[in-house]
């Protein structure tokens, strides 16, 4: 996929001055690439058969009925500010032949999340009946699978990622989602730090793999360091051998991405920052990973050595300005089995942290949106969904 989806313009902060990135994964569903313009109209999978039309398998041993008819759901029934977004009962989503169940345990909640909730951002077309369940990506445990499934089991533990599922979001206690927007989650990781990882490691580690293609000993500036994509980015980039720099704003967010494995961290914001680098990598830099835009970005851009590469997701803005003899590279996330795939492969070969800012209960979705419209995340919100508690 490549830049023809209408993106929403992110309106959270990221530490460097400019506006950050939405990340955004382009699905791979059963080993094919779709169409952007199709889920925006919401159309993907609508004509196959669900419910009692097809067949499902659940745990041996265990009858259909474990499955509650409805479930509690963050959603909205009007677009706002955060307090729209209350709780719901709703019906438990029927898998068609192809989806999987998911008794969610955690999700992640972004930015873009907010444009969803506030009519910024329609993904699933413009007149999509309320109420709306937000949220692109989580983790939990299958329940259930469409009579075709075959790859995904009942109890396997997953992560998903889909930003606009025909049977709703992840602010849910279950889901039915495609199984080719499934994977298995990495044995380090639990429950709750793998909901809040597939949006934001998909796009990180196709940026460091796939678009800078990082090489051992390479330089590499990562502007944004801090923010959801930004911590998971600087592990993949070190897992890939890279001398990594860091872009943060306090102290308490360039501690933590020095402890995820960068050499040095600046504030890309200080006049300071270019001196720095030149003590850092007096030759220039061999790339920049762009997850903010903005001033900060530009000088550091002007400090990359001939034929080096700028990478960025499509959202991130102000776009980087194009300099001669540079190599400006924007991409589209995907995520889909092979996608999934690789994501646990270099998550596990990392030991891969996923940093959580803050944590907060399914019926608190509200608060979790405003503490991100309030920005200066250090890593990303979750919600922990099916058990009490906030943690902050």
Same mark, same amino acid.
């Given at each position: 996929?490549?830049?023809?989806?209408?993106?929403?313009?992110?309106?959270?902060?990221?530490p460097l001055?400019?506006?950050?990135?939405?990340?955004?994964?382009?699905?791979?569903?059963?080993?094919?690439?779709r169409?952007?313009?199709?889920?925006?109209?919401?159309?993907?999978?609508?004509?196959?058969?669900?419910?009692?039309?097809?067949?499902?398998?659940?745990?041996a041993?265990?009858?259909?009925?474990?499955?509650?008819?409805?479930?509690?759901?963050?959603?909205?029934?009007?677009?706002?500010?955060?307090?729209?977004?209350t709780?719901h009962?709703?019906?438990?989503?029927?898998?068609?032949?192809?989806?999987?169940?998911?008794?969610?345990?955690?999700a992640?909640v972004?930015?873009w999340?907010?444009?969803?909730?506030d009519?910024?951002?329609?993904?699933w077309?413009?007149?999509a009946p309320f109420?709306?369940?937000?949220?692109?990506?989580?983790?939990?445990i299958?329940?259930s699978?469409?009579?075709?499934v075959?790859?995904?089991?009942?109890?396997?533990?997953v992560?998903?990622?889909h930003?606009?599922n025909?049977?709703?979001?992840f602010?849910?206690e279950?889901i039915?989602?495609?199984?080719?927007?499934?994977? $298995?989650v %990495?044995?380090?990781?639990? !429950?709750?730090?793998? &909901?809040?990882a597939?949006? @934001?490691?998909?796009t +990180? *580690?196709?940026?460091?793999?796939?678009?800078?293609?990082?090489?051992?000993?390479?330089?590499?500036?990562?502007?944004g360091?801090?923010?959801?994509?930004?911590?998971?980015?600087?592990?993949?980039a070190?897992?890939?051998?890279?001398?990594?720099?860091?872009?943060?704003?306090?102290?308490?967010a360039?501690a933590?991405?020095?402890?995820?494995?960068a050499?040095a961290?600046?504030?890309?914001?200080?006049?300071?920052?270019?001196?720095?680098?030149?003590?850092?990598?007096?030759?220039?830099?061999?790339a920049?990973?762009?997850l903010?835009?903005?001033?900060?970005?530009e000088?550091?851009?002007?400090?990359?050595?001939?034929n080096?590469?700028?990478?960025?997701?499509?959202g991130?803005?102000?776009?980087?300005? $194009?300099? %001669?003899?540079?190599?400006? !590279?924007?991409?589209d &996330?995907?995520?889909?089995? @092979?996608?999934?795939? +690789? *994501?646990?492969?270099a998550?596990a070969?990392?030991?891969l942290?996923?940093?959580?800012?803050?944590?907060?209960?399914?019926?608190?979705?509200?608060?979790?949106?405003?503490?991100?419209?309030?920005?200066?995340?250090?890593?990303?919100?979750?919600?922990?969904?099916?058990?009490e508690?906030v943690?902050?």
């Amino acid at each position: 996929m490549s830049g023809s989806m209408n993106r929403p313009k992110p309106g959270l902060r990221e530490p460097l001055a400019g506006k950050p990135l939405l990340p955004n994964p382009t699905p791979r569903g059963r080993g094919r690439k779709r169409e952007i313009g199709r889920l925006l109209l919401g159309t993907e999978d609508r004509t196959e058969p669900e419910g009692d039309a097809m067949t499902k398998r659940v745990a041996a041993g265990a009858r259909e009925s474990t499955i509650p008819p409805t479930m509690k759901a963050a959603a909205i029934d009007r677009f706002g500010p955060p307090s729209v977004l209350t709780p719901h009962r709703l019906p438990v989503p029927k898998p068609g032949p192809h989806e999987v169940l998911i008794a969610l345990h955690a999700a992640g909640v972004g930015s873009w999340d907010g444009l969803v909730r506030d009519g910024s951002w329609r993904p699933w077309g413009q007149k999509a009946p309320f109420p709306i369940v937000p949220g692109t990506d989580g983790a939990g445990i299958v329940v259930s699978t469409g009579a075709n499934v075959r790859k995904v089991h009942v109890g396997d533990s997953v992560w998903a990622c889909h930003y606009s599922n025909p049977k709703g979001g992840f602010y849910a206690e279950y889901i039915a989602v495609d199984a080719g927007s499934v994977g $298995r989650v %990495p044995e380090h990781l639990n !429950l709750l730090e793998a &909901g809040a990882a597939p949006t @934001t490691g998909l796009t +990180a *580690l196709q940026g460091a793999d796939g678009a800078l293609k990082l090489k051992r000993g390479e330089s590499v500036l990562i502007v944004g360091a801090a923010g959801g994509v930004g911590t998971l980015a600087v592990q993949f980039a070190k897992l890939r051998g890279a001398r990594v720099i860091g872009t943060a704003s306090s102290p308490e967010a360039a501690a933590l991405v020095r402890l995820l494995g960068a050499e040095a961290v600046i504030d890309a914001r200080s006049p300071d920052s270019i001196r720095r680098l030149k003590e850092l990598v007096p030759d220039g830099l061999d790339a920049v990973f762009a997850l903010a835009g903005g001033d900060g970005l530009e000088r550091c851009i002007d400090f990359v050595r001939m034929n080096g590469r700028v990478a960025y997701p499509n959202g991130v803005e102000p776009v980087p300005r $194009r300099r %001669p003899n540079l190599r400006f !590279l924007a991409y589209d &996330g995907e995520y889909g089995p @092979t996608e999934f795939a +690789a *994501l646990a492969r270099a998550s596990a070969e990392a030991r891969l942290q996923v940093p959580i800012a803050a944590e907060y209960p399914l019926d608190r979705a509200a608060t979790a949106h405003t503490r991100v419209v309030q920005g200066r995340l250090v890593g990303r919100i979750a919600l922990r969904i099916g058990e009490e508690g906030v943690v902050e």
